[in-house]
C-alpha cells in the first residue's frame, strides 16, 4: 500500500536509523580496547558469563563503551514509540485504505491448539513499546516502519531478498501445502507466495495485531491465505496435511523447549517425505569468542531474552530427534547468518 509519512515522523525514524552507524564506528573503537586489554581468543574465558565480566571489567572506564551504550539505550528504548507516533500522525490518512484491505479473500481465524503460548507475555521482544499487540496498527508500525525504514537502513544486506533467497535450500518446486510458524506481518509469506504460487499457505501467528498486517497485505495482492491466532507447538491441525513446514528468524524469539516442540510438531503435521526449513539467527558454535560476545551484548541491550539458549541450540541434533532424516544445519550460501535448518521426514 502506497503511503507517505510527515516529514517530521520520517526524519525521527531516519535519525534513529543513523545511529546506528554511529554506533557501528564506536563499535570499532570497543574492539580496539578489548584486544589491547590482552583479550583475545586465547585469553576469553570459555564460560560466556566469565568472557562478559572480564570484557565489562575491562571497558568499565571506556568512553567510547559508554557512548555505545547510551545511543543503544535510546535506540532500543525509543524506535518503536518513534515509529508509532510517525503512524499516529497520518493515521487519519490511512486508516480507511487499512480497514478495507482486512475485508478480501485472507481472513484471521483462531488455532485449534494452542493460541497464546506463556513465553509470548515474559518481554517485549525487540524493546518494542507494548509488545507485538501494544498498538492497534503494530503490525503495519513494525512491519512497514521499524522494518523498511529502520532496520534495513543499516542492515547489511537486502533483507527482503533474504526472505525469498533462502527458499532455494528446498529441493522441491511443488508444494500443495504449506504452513508457516510465526507469519507476523507477512513478509516471509509473500516470498511463500511468489515463490509457490500453486500452494495453498497457512500461517500462525500468536499476536493478532501482526496478522492483520499479514492479512492486508494478502488481501491487496489477491492472496488466499489461512492465518491463525496461535503458536507453532500444538497447533490442533490434522496429522500428516502439509509439504513444507517452515519459519524465518523465529527461533530466538522463543525458548529452546519451544523450539523443540515446534520440531516435534512439524514432523507431525508433515506428510511423508515432507519437509522442513526453519531459519534463525548465527549459532554461537559457527562464532570466535568476541563475536560471540557481541552477539550477546546485542541481544541483552535490543530486548532478545531467549537469544542465548536459542543460538545455542544444535539445530540439526533437534530435527534429528524429532525424526527428520537428510538434516542439514548451515549459514546459508556460505556465510554465517541467515542460519538454516533442513529436513526431511521419512517416507
Not at 244 to 271: C, G, M, N, W
Amino acid at each position: 500500500m502506497d503511503f507517505q509519512l510527515k516529514q517530521h515522523g520520517r526524519a525521527a525514524i531516519h535519525f534513529l536509523a543513523d545511529l546506528g552507524v554511529a554506533t557501528g564506528k564506536l563499535r570499532a573503537k570497543v574492539d580496539a580496547e578489548i584486544l589491547a586489554h590482552g583479550l583475545n581468543e586465547q585469553t576469553l574465558a570459555v564460560d560466556l558469563d566469565e568472557r562478559l565480566r572480564q570484557v565489562d571489567e575491562a571497558l568499565a572506564t571506556s568512553s567510547a563503551a559508554a557512548a555505545m551504550a547510551v545511543l543503544g539505550e535510546y535506540s532500543g528504548v525509543n524506535h518503536g514509540r518513534v515509529a508509532a507516533a510517525a503512524f499516529d500522525a497520518i493515521k487519519s490518512d490511512i486508516e480507511p485504505a487499512l480497514r478495507n484491505l482486512m475485508q478480501g479473500p485472507t481472513m484471521i481465524e483462531s488455532l485449534p491448539g494452542e493460541r497464546r503460548p506463556a513465553y509470548a507475555d515474559l518481554a517485549w521482544i525487540h524493546r518494542t513499546t507494548g509488545g507485538w499487540d501494544g498498538h492497534a496498527y503494530q503490525g503495519f508500525v513494525h512491519g512497514e516502519l521499524i522494518h523498511r525504514e529502520y532496520v534495513a537502513r543499516n542492515y547489511p544486506g537486502d533483507i527482503f531478498a533474504q526472505r525469498r533467497q533462502i527458499l532455494s535450500v528446498l529441493p522441491r518446486n511443488n508444494y500443495q501445502k504449506i504452513f508457516e510458524i510465526g507469519t507476523s506481518s507477512g513478509h516471509y509469506t509473500q516470498q511463500l507466495a511468489n515463490e509457490f504460487p500453486k500452494a495453498q499457505i497457512w500461517g500462525c501467528d500468536p499476536s493478532e495485531r501482526m496478522l492483520e498486517q499479514a492479512q492486508r497485505i494478502a488481501n491487496e495482492q489477491k492472496f488466499k491465505w489461512r492465518l491463525f491466532v496461535g503458536s507453532g507447538e500444538a497447533t490442533g491441525f490434522e496429522a500428516e496435511s502439509f509439504d513444507l513446514v517452515t519459519s524465518y528468524i523465529v527461533l530466538h524469539e522463543i525458548p529452546a523447549e519451544a523450539t523443540d516442540a515446534q520440531f516435534r510438531e512439524a514432523f507431525r503435521l508433515l506428510r511423508p517425505d515432507g519437509d522442513i526449513l526453519f531459519t534463525d539467527v548465527t549459532r554461537y558454535s559457527a562464532l570466535d569468542k568476541r563475536a560471540v560476545r557481541w552477539a550477546e551484548y546485542n541481544a541483552v541491550n535490543g530486548g532478545e531474552p531467549f537469544w542465548r539458549e536459542a543460538a545455542s541450540i544444535d539445530l540439526a541434533a533437534a530435527a534429528r530427534a524429532a525424526g527428520f532424516v537428510d538434516v542439514r544445519s548451515e549459514g546459508f550460501s556460505g556465510a554465517v547468518y541467515p542460519w538454516f535448518v533442513y529436513g526431511r521426514k521419512p517416507k
